[in-house]
């Protein structure tokens, strides 16, 4: 379990709340840039997983999930499960082989 502190309201919870998650859901909370880490390790953990590229499975995660993805990145969010994780995915390769921040 972490513990994190949200930005953005998430369902009954405040912006600014102290709130409890799974190891999954902190660093998904993180990175998506709706929470913030209140502890060093989870911090470093997830330095540790934005510099992995890893390919989103259309079989765990939810369409809602890749489209919310997508849109983070500025791509379409039109298309199935497979093809929103395939434009991920060529996204991210992307951005490693450049270097970008986006």
């Known amino acids: 379990m972490r513990t994190v502190r949200l930005l953005t309201r998430l369902g009954q919870n405040k912006a600014g709340a102290t709130v409890e998650f799974t190891?999954?859901?902190a660093?998904?909370?993180i990175t998506a840039g709706k929470a913030?880490?209140?502890?060093?390790?989870?911090?470093?953990?997830?330095?540790?997983?934005q510099e992995e590229v890893e390919e989103p499975d259309p079989e765990t995660t939810t369409l809602a999930d890749l489209q919310a993805k997508a849109k983070e990145y500025g791509l379409p969010t039109s298309g199935t499960k497979a093809q929103l994780a395939d434009r991920i995915q060529q996204h991210l390769e992307r951005q490693q082989q450049t270097g970008d921040d986006d």
Do not use: F, G
């Not at 880490?37 to 540790?48: C, I, K």
């Open 23 to 25: 190891d999954t859901e």
């Open 27 to 29: 660093d998904w909370l």
């Open 36 to 49: 913030e880490a209140l502890d060093q390790q989870t911090s470093t953990r997830q330095q540790e997983k």
